[in-house]
């Protein structure tokens, strides 16, 4: 029992503070790298065309993130890997005593739920969001439930509503253990970057979204199953992460699920919903517009956080450290760190400099593969978006190619993502 409530004796005022960022630049830039060897997206490209493998792909000089190491827990009676989880920690006594109850009799199938402390509706319906969403390992649990009140109006008691029978549930909690296992033998000792990325293309690459599937809404359908929606992947998401060591939690908000996590010494949103790009079924190339963004990359899409957040808080995301596009080098800054280097020119110049570069590198290693370059400024994307055709035009005259050209709008993240094939 003391190991068991560990967990929930950290305050919560610890939690804000170790929450709280402040906003830099990172040093490295596009032509950074440009200069120093095109080595890291030459690489990212031949991995699209399928040449290398994904260690050799996540490695960059600007990975600092820690270390990550298999957490060894086991489905009991506690909360699976409860110290990596944002909120877990910060419950107050009677919410904890109130949510062990409820994790306990769900974990054992429980049809009516006794609470040690009588509590409002409004505290239940807390509880359940943080067991259906923050305790991926609950896949037997709905998101309905039942209250029973005594006569001052508090509930005393919870009938949750189960989606499988405990039967399934042990034999898909056995097959997830085993992927999971599985990540925590190959991952373990990579950095939390690289193994983060790892098990978000896993998710994406082997998941198609449905809203149909018996298991959609669990990691086991995202994970097992291949068919899940948002919060089924979010889930799938965070369990994997915890497993390694990595604080993080699924955020929900109008409709629609995604997570935070912390890599490095910040917090991330990462979506391996908006990120999966499916036409008809069919899997178009993985640009990463959604892996690691600040909140302010999110703002004009469809995010903000339930009520649950705003009154209970949730982590800053301000940073660009550890975005999939950064990373990688392709990524261009507003005022470019190394202006002092003539050879820098404007964004354009420099936007045009790397298009071209990776253009060469797919030229040169088959023919096809996705140009990808991510801007911080909104009006240096327009400009590029505007001018990339003639970017195009230009290296077709000069290797008297072909060219089938096919772009991915994802102008709401000033993310030009277009995918080459020269004949």
């Known amino acids: 029992m003391k190991r068991l409530f560990h967990f929930l004796s950290l305050s919560f005022i610890f939690m804000l503070s170790s929450m709280a960022v402040c906003g830099c630049v990172p040093a490295q830039t596009p032509l950074y790298y440009f200069h120093a060897g095109l080595s890291t997206y030459h690489e990212l490209l031949d991995d699209v065309l399928g040449k290398r493998s994904e ?21 009991s009676c506690a909360p699976l890997y409860a ?26 199938f429980q049809s009516t739920i006794s609470l040690p402390v009588a509590v409002s509706s409004d505290n239940v319906s807390d509880l359940m969001h943080l067991l259906t969403n923050e305790c991926p390992e609950l896949m037997q649990l709905s998101s309905r ?66 809203t149909q599937a018996d298991n959609c809404q669990s990691a086991y359908g995202a994970l097992i199953d291949g068919q899940a929606k948002c919060d089924g992947r979010a889930k799938a998401l965070v369990w994997g992460l915890r497993s390694l060591g990595i604080k993080s939690s699924v955020i929900t908000g109008n409709t629609h699920a995604w997570v935070i996590a912390h890599i490095g010494d910040y917090d991330y949103n990462v979506d391996p919903t908006y990120d999966d790009n499916e036409n008809d079924g069919i899997q178009q190339p993985l640009c990463y517009a959604y892996f690691n963004i600040p909140e302010s990359a999110i703002s004009s899409d469809p995010y903000p956080a339930d009520d649950f957040y705003q009154r209970r808080g949730y982590p800053a995301t301000v940073r660009w450290d550890f975005n999939f596009h950064v990373q990688a080098g392709l990524w261009i800054y507003a005022d470019d760190p190394s202006s002092s280097d003539p050879a820098s020119g404007t964004a354009l110049d420099r936007a045009r400099a790397l298009f071209v570069a990776q ?21 240096d994307y327009a400009a590029a978006a505007a001018s990339y055709n003639d970017w195009i035009q230009s290296f077709i005259n000069m290797h008297a190619a072909g060219c089938n050209i096919v772009n991915y709008d994802f102008s709401n993240q000033q993310l030009l993502a277009v995918r080459l094939s020269f004949y």
């Open 359 to 379: 253009a060469e590198s797919i030229w040169e290693g088959g023919g096809e593969g996705l140009v990808m370059i991510r801007f911080e400024n909104a009006s």
């Open 55 to 75: 260690v050799d792909l996540f490695s960059s000089a600007a990975d600092s993130s820690a270390p990550v190491s298999s957490v060894t827990e086991t489905i």
């Open 145 to 210: 439930w039942v209250e029973h009140s005594n006569l001052l109006g508090l509930v005393v008691s919870v009938s949750p509503e189960y989606t499988i029978s405990k039967e399934t549930f042990d034999a898909q909690t056995a097959a997830v253990n085993t992927l999971i296992q599985s990540w925590q033998t190959t991952l373990s000792g990579q950095s939390a970057y690289q193994a983060e990325l790892t098990i978000y293309n896993y998710i994406i690459e082997n998941c198609v979204y449905s």
């Open 83 to 108: 110290d990596y989880s944002y909120y877990l920690p910060s419950l107050a006594d009677d919410e904890a005593a109130n949510f062990q109850a409820l994790y306990t009799g769900i974990q054992g």
